[in-house]
């Protein structure tokens, strides 16, 4: 039987595509239904802290937020509804949402090249690919932790009863 083989290239691209395609969706329907309406649906009801956040960065920071959106575990599929419910301009929230995209691609490509360089390295045995896992997890936590810690505190509003 004939093992199925993808190009690397293709699979980013079609990474890239269908990621493009749901972000797109998801700012089309925040778009078309109310902003009073979107807040009582049920996903997003859960989270009104985070989205009361979200939409007075939006009114500040509203491309910036789309593109660190993508970084940030749980505010994705939340920062195109809210775009689109803000009615940021279509084609440069396209532009800025597809760099956000190509950027955290290349960053998932660059920990695949690290785990198969150091899996290289150790002359493919199995510990060389935990390594390169464990370093990939590392620098993904650490990167997270950054973003949720550093850059996301600057960019929404402070909350609570002492904001």
């Known amino acids: ?13 079609l990474a890239i595509a269908a ?3 749901a972000d797109v969706l998801w700012y ?6 109310p902003w009073g309406r979107l807040m009582h649906l049920p996903f997003l009801k859960r989270r009104s802290t985070l989205i009361e956040r979200l939409t007075e960065a939006f009114r500040v920071r509203g491309l910036t937020v789309v593109f660190l959106s993508k970084f ?10 809210i775009a689109g419910a803000h009615r940021l301009p279509f084609w440069r929230y396209l532009a800025v949402n597809t760099a956000g995209i190509v950027v955290w691609n290349s960053i998932l490509l660059s920990f695949v090249v690290f785990a198969h360089t ?3 390295i150790f002359d493919g ?5 935990r390594f390169g896992f464990i370093a990939a997890v590392v620098i ?5 932790w950054i973003a ?11 909350h609570g009863p002492d904001a």
């Open 1 to 13: 039987m004939k093992a199925f083989a993808f190009s690397l290239d293709a699979l980013v691209a």
């Open 72 to 81: 940030i575990y749980g505010t994705r599929i939340i920062a195109q509804v």
């Open 148 to 158: 949720k810690r550093l850059l996301l505190p600057r960019l929404l509003p402070p």
């Open 125 to 129: 045995t199995a510990w060389g690919l």
């Open 140 to 144: 993904v936590l650490v990167l997270n």
């Open 28 to 33: 089309f329907f925040g778009s078309m239904i």
């Open 19 to 21: 990621t493009l395609a």
């Open 118 to 120: 150091s899996a290289t």
